[in-house]
């Protein structure tokens, strides 16, 4: 039976490699899915096996926005400190089961024997329990919960169940590393039987005016009683604690002064702190760790920026309520001092996406309006965006923004950019799939 073994993994391993050749030979994307797919037909205990081979264990990074900006961070703490243990990372964001054995697969040699010592992996929230099945982790990191894609995924406190009875059954050593700043995740860690590290906020002049109204999760979890918050830092996240019973937030493991952000806006300072976290934890130096903040530059489409005919682009993912508050809330800091402000909004409906779009009525679109400049709207559904933005209008009883509405995204692009002066930055805020589609036009290349 082993030999068998063996010669199915072998041949699930060459497969899998010839697919990602003529993928990308074909320059039909980076074949970051398909051979994994492949792979797990011929060999379905395929991935269990991959995992038993590193010698230092896998970080799995969860969450519904940050995921791959902190593993990319987190990667190159690691290797700022200088260590020549080898990592395999998802860089391309494919966080689903195919995604994570063809990242697996590409590290290994051609009788399937993986040459990489760690993994950094980002998980899509929902396979979670799906991927503890096959690996014991050295890490979890559970970055946040907000509604997202409602028809995949539920409400978030479904979620955090499924989390809770999937680590439950984990060994007592391993490491869960969680956002204290969320009711829900630090209700989570709390009940949990193995070592819960927390990081958060202690930043009181970053609080929000208000409560957002694109908020999830501001009763408490134990009790069902209104929480009682002394501010929050973005949508429910915040210093918070029940006051019927004894539920509070988690003292976090350091102070978040003490590491400089990342990126733009306050939800990047989590992503630094969670990877922080971790990257102590495994016993890097402070040094190594500020070194990779300093030099870190952002992953495809997650405040990434670029020069196109001159001008510079900048693209923010914006993929659900709470992603796209912060993205807004980000451009408005940047752009209440320039002359003229451009922003493209970009709206799909495609399976990356989520198919119902309804979750745009929770952004505050009123606050782009606010800034009297010029949105430009594209994708699959760019009527519904044009038609909230059109309410945001007469909500803010504002006529000094010109709302230009371009169903094709090549031309919308274009006009996105000719409005765009020379000295100011051109905002994207697109949904997944049209990030892909973004970023292929303006550089020519896929990533999926």
């Known amino acids: 039976m082993q030999l068998v073994d063996k010669i199915r993994s072998g041949l699930a391993v060459a497969v899998a490699k010839t697919t990602v050749t003529i993928i990308r030979g074909l320059g039909l994307g980076a074949g970051s899915v398909l051979p994994g797919k492949i792979a797990l037909l011929l060999h379905p205990r395929l991935l269990s096996l991959l995992f038993q081979q590193l010698k230092f264990g896998s970080i799995l990074i969860v969450g519904t926005n940050g995921k791959t900006t902190t593993s990319l961070l987190l990667r190159s703490m690691l290797e700022s400190s200088g260590s020549d243990r080898r990592i395999v990372h998802n860089a391309t964001g494919a966080n689903l089961i195919n995604g994570l054995v063809t990242a697996l697969l590409e590290n290994t040699n051609a009788i399937g024997q993986l040459e990489a010592d760690r993994a950094i992996l980002e998980v899509d929230e929902n396979v979670l329990p799906l991927v503890l099945q096959e690996c014991q982790p050295e890490f979890i990191v559970a970055l946040n919960l907000f509604r997202d894609q409602l028809d995949r995924y539920g409400e978030v406190d479904t979620i955090s169940q499924r989390w809770q009875k999937a680590i439950a059954p984990l060994p007592k050593d391993t490491k869960i590393i969680l956002n204290a700043d969320d009711p829900t995740l630090c209700y989570l860690g709390q009940k949990l039987s193995q070592k819960v590290l927390y990081f958060g906020l202690n930043e009181p002049e970053l609080y929000l005016d208000e409560i957002p109204h694109a908020v999830d999760s501001i009763y408490c ?76 530059r952002a992953a495809f489409g997650r405040a990434e920026e670029l020069t196109v005919e001159g001008k510079k682009v900048r693209i923010l993912l914006s993929k659900n309520p709470v992603g796209m508050n912060e993205t807004i809330r980000a451009v408005n800091a940047i752009q209440k001092n320039t002359q003229s402000s451009v922003t493209l909004l970009v709206l799909n409906d495609r399976t990356p996406d989520g198919t119902d779009v309804s979750w745009i009525w929770d952004v505050d679109t009123e606050q782009l309006i606010g800034l009297n400049g010029t949105i430009v709207v594209s994708g699959d559904r760019v009527y519904d965006m044009a038609l909230r933005l059109e309410y945001s209008r007469q909500n803010k009883d504002s006529d000094g923004f010109e709302l230009i509405v371009q169903e094709n995204l090549n031309q919308a692009i274009a006009t996105a950019l000719a409005q765009t002066p020379p000295r100011e930055t051109l905002h994207i805020l697109p949904t997944y799939s049209a990030m892909l589609e973004v970023r292929q036009i303006l550089t020519g290349r896929k990533i999926l």
Request: charged share 20%; proline share 5%; glycine share 6%.
């Open 221 to 296: 979890p134990n009790c069902g009683n209104l929480l009682n918050y002394q501010g929050v830092y973005l949508s429910h996240l915040g210093d918070y604690s029940c006051p019927k019973c004894y539920f509070a937030k988690s003292k976090p493991a350091f102070e978040s002064k003490d590491y400089p952000q990342i990126l733009i806006g306050v939800y990047n300072k989590y992503n630094t702190l969670a990877a922080a976290l971790v990257a102590r934890e495994i016993g890097i130096e402070t040094e190594d760790i500020l070194t990779a903040i300093k030099n870190f």
